[in-house]
């Protein structure tokens, strides 16, 4: 347990320039978590006050943090950048707590053992000043390197260490403890750096040092500490997430085919028995049920699905409500508040949006069903439209119970298909369908006796072209008839069809 | 070579608990094959009887490996689950030869090499009991592990061990030969373990050794004696078992583009030359022919394709025979006992189910084909449904060799559309097409003049919405006789048009 | 700086017959590009003439290099595979510079740098022969090892090496720097392999060294000089181009998600901030603007993309220019001189070939757009298919600004849609439309009451089957009527409707 006497100043002010991406850094997502979010939540749940400086796209970071209506949050603000040891000096209006935590905001993997390990070894020690360190020999720009010489200890940057990392093989976290005296008494001391001509926290710790304050350090495992400064390191942090959260569903008794290029945020629950294919991505709160299969490259993001569901491969599930023993796909695109109840088909090359599906209804090839309301035990034919969309409105679509709706269907909503009715396939349907009524929206077909040969012949003479390999039955009486395109021809028969 | 003076027993009775999965492990598949007829498969090969000790889940257990119709097993049953050694005391009744080998159903990596070297050292030391460990000095809480002092050999169980993996550094793998002499005079010497209450087969190692027999031990590299206790271990050995067949196909002449991310069943085969796209699946039987490609994220199962063949990116094909210089997708779907033939072009967002495709024919746009046999060069225009289901039976659609299928037809099962027939584009075709005939089922076409201004204008006057920013040519006089929804306007103009 | 007194001879003429795809490897692509075309530019670049020695498939290979139209490189002919010596012999002819660079041709991450330190130490040291050397201690068949001895050096063949790989922990590169002289003086000197009985220009270091020329040796990482003998080489090769890549994207602000199964070519450019998912493939030239979103399986081939545009999941863009802010997919198929301009939005189960889609239109759903000019803010309905092909010819549509094409239309190419036109829903469009004004070409629809019931009912009387368990209002007075399929009951609906 914590003492309550400690606050937290997250740094997040920074430029976040070797990302390269023109943006802050703390709002790239992790697993689906926002960078900034992770040490915030972590401090929410250790119930530590917590103030984060912002400056570079700080109304972007407020609003972020305050998406998620933190108890105990405040913000500073660092009016140009300046250097760590600036942005602490920042938050000095807010100090009032014995003991200030001070970590940099670009540390998602760090875990709230790792702050009650730097606490508990801080007051039992009586330091002024503590932090974490890691081993990591490798050399790296993104570390400052801890060098230890006649009992005294500093860190130096990156950049300026010139020694040797083996013999310095541990670097700094960057997770400070620090006493809020010490931290009155010197923060004003520090000098700016003569490269950067930014002031460094960092440089507390030579101070303490040298002052013969104590200063404590704590050991944590480096991959629990990573900074993230780079899309290398970025990608590289995820990475781990990633494959703790996949440990973690498989200990929950969850089947990973390829598990190195499964996508799993870090709001998602898959139930047990379930088995989730090569490359699938699991988004922003889904819920998969138990003995579910969600085969290979389907994506589901901010949806649930019932038990004994199966999503068939290569389909994308987003803002959807499905239930139990629901067949999808494969190739199947559901979106935008959509509701499939139990037992229902949908299958290839079908688009639901912001469509409910009832029980045991099927749709299962080529359908776009938009604004719909379909009942249970419903069969929409292959190639069937709802027409939503009169330029102006969306309109609703609604089919009842035991209805039958015929291939190839045009449904110009708004329209209702009453219960157990059918529709004609290839219908147009305009006007609402009585229950048990058919409704037929088609014109009557008409052959015309050996005019493909015509059209064909005709193309023949004139273009010398395909299908010219294949000669038919019937002769070639009519060749000089036509001319123009077939385009034209086809015309001409429609004419003298219907005059 | 074997002696035949064996037999062997294989444990399947366990409760797999630590896979988490409710379900027996010994029917998960690694590369399609269930884990159970790894060893099967294996002991069938060197033409060993086989007795499978089955009890949680067994009418399952017993279906898998009846469905492989093996020569020389038979089960035995244990009631309630007392441990391994009283599963091996359950198979007592069959024993008959010389030596029983003994080894653990979750060991699929398991070579005939490794048998046959137990065997050889087993009968030339004239051991009691032999046994398989590997090498594994990472702490695990699956393997028990060898530990040996002043000439006494044992195996300690995970949980109970406490030494240092570093100096006791082999494990047991869960092999074991066994004199039939021996087993029959100690195996009901076993005492159930303290904390598990069971009786475990590892300790008739201490036995034999406490009474001076022979103990003899063979080594075998880890990989191959991984059992699976866990999803991650379970994972692990589908990962190792995809690496040996991709390293297979690699050293027959197939190029794997991104290699670590492909899978591939155990009775696949892949033609020389023939290039694996990134993330592909090749499932269950398939066969790939020569000189194929099969583009990134397209699956196949139990189909063949032939020389010189093209599976474009995000196809699913599923019991299909496709013939040579096949050009499928991309985003085609193809299940079903479908016949694809030389030549021919299935293109994006076609399906095909239970159809046969003539050489060189071409269905190449949002189009669903099934139950249709359809000829040689015929052409299928872009969004052609076949209407192959009623409501209460599937009919069957024949195309004749080159038939035309105009665009966006309506084929409405049972069909036939005869030798060199055409179809008008955006037909219904309800009765057959004579051979040469075209078909036209569609209505004929009427603009009516400024009436989409007049939808324009009441839609701004009413709704101010878009298309709003738009005012075209013409003047907007009809503004007032327009009421009520766009779809009304629809109709009444349709009413008006054809009265 | 090389001095220009140097050329370079590039070994390209052998069977390949370890890679077992039958062809030569030469022309295998890494990241794109063929593999003998990596030290051909690399050459290029470093101003050095070259003679390629070609051989199997040597016209191939030839087609390839003059495909870049290289500035100063020339073929030389091996009639027969005679070993490495041989084909150095058969460029003589052209030899005139002071020193002959050596290397072979599948060996595509060399780097310029290698280059240029061989000759630094080669022209310094004033060697007869000098070559690049790597540590590498894993036994292998596929590079000689260096075996050094009482001052000599000599290069043993990987399959007659018997030492230590640990002790001769160096191979053989395959890349040489000879003085002019000493290599006329002594190529024809090289004894045939007794094994293979090929000329093998290894053994020029031995000659050397045994008379007394100064040999000096190079050291390059490993990863730089791999060798491509097998389809595992190959695969690792690309792989490690691969990251090297990404890498290099990473370093210009672009984010992966999964990094490590994204494809990208060389030649391939994408813009600060824009985010790579999952297994996404970016090839052929193709240019990715600034904050861009090219989500998961979506594969980008010999194309543009503007800024801040978005390609949803699981889309296949090919030799298309796409503005900025537009959206596409997810499962859009876009391909073949295509143009998108800005804010358009193209959706799921959407195929554009040789289309252009102006400003702000829109087409979501299940279409095929081929051969169409379409311009800005036109609203293309679900399931509308242009018909491009009437079995002989490609035909154009055209439609206007502010079009709106209703859902499920037929249009029967050439035609075109004038501005502000709007289409009814269902309409197969084959004359063109005026501007503003409505087109209609479809049936109007009829209900016909209760006959639903009726089709159910005969169905239920003689067939037994679905929807059986459903019984709706109204009597079931009809049933000894219906006889026949369902089908031949539609048709005589619609004969007893339209006669």
Known sequence: MLNTNIQAVVLAAGKSSRLKSGHNKMLEKICGQEMIL????????????????????KERIIACIESMQPDQVTFAHQQEPAGTGDAVRCTADNWHSDHILILNGDMPLVTAQIIEDLYKAHTESNAALSFVIAHNNEPSTSYGRIVQKDAQIKIVEA????????????????????????????????????????????????????????????????????????????????????????????????????????????????????????????????QIGNYCTIDEYVSVESSTIGDNSRVYPMSVVKDAQIGANVAVGPFAHIHHACVIED??????????????????TKAKHLTYLGDATIGNNVNIG??????????????????????????????????????????????????????????????????????AQRLR????????????AYTGPGSDTDKHTFTGAIKTVHDTIMYDDQQ
């Not at 679509?397 to 396939?425: D, W």
């Not at 147009?428 to 015309?448: F, S």
């Not at 012949?457 to 010219?468: H, I």
């Open 38 to 57: 992770f040490p915030i939540k972590m401090l929410e749940n250790l119930a530590i006050e917590t103030t984060v400086v912002v400056g570079f796209e």
């Open 382 to 451: 292959a190639g069937t439209i709802t027409c939503n969309f009169d330029g102006t409105n969306k309109h609703r679509t609604t089919i009842e119970p035991h209805a039958f709706i015929g291939s190839n269907n045009t449904l110009v909503a708004p329209i209702k298909i009453e219960q157990g009715a059918f529709t004609a396939a290839g219908s147009t349907i305009t006007e609402d369908v009585p229950a048990d009524a058919l409704a037929i929206g088609r014109a009557r077909q008409i052959n015309k006796h050996l005019y």
């Open 457 to 468: 012949n005709r193309a023949q003479g004139t273009l010398n072209c395909e299908p010219k």
């Open 343 to 360: 037992n229902a088909v949908i299958g290839n090359f079908v688009e639901l949006k912001q469509t409910t599906v009832g029980a045991g």
């Open 159 to 286: 950049r300026e260490f010139t020694g040797d990392v083996h013999e310095h093989c541990c670097i700094n976290a960057g997770i400070y403890l620090v006493k809020r005296s010490f931290l009155q008494e010197h923060i004003n001391h520090l000098n700016a750096n003569k490269t950067s001509n930014e002031f460094h926290i960092t440089d507390l710790v030579a101070i303490a040092s040298e002052h013969n304050y104590v200063v404590k350090t704590t050991v944590a495992p480096f991959d629990y500490v990573r900074g993230i400064n780079n899309q290398h390191e970025l990608w590289a942090a995820e990475q781990i997430q990633r494959s703790n959260l996949i440990k973690h569903w498989m200990e929950h008794g969850v089947r990973f085919s390829v598990a190195q290029n499964v996508h799993i945020d870090l709001d998602v629950t898959i139930g047990v028995g379930s088995y989730i294919g090569c490359g699938v991505h699991l988004l922003r709160g889904t």
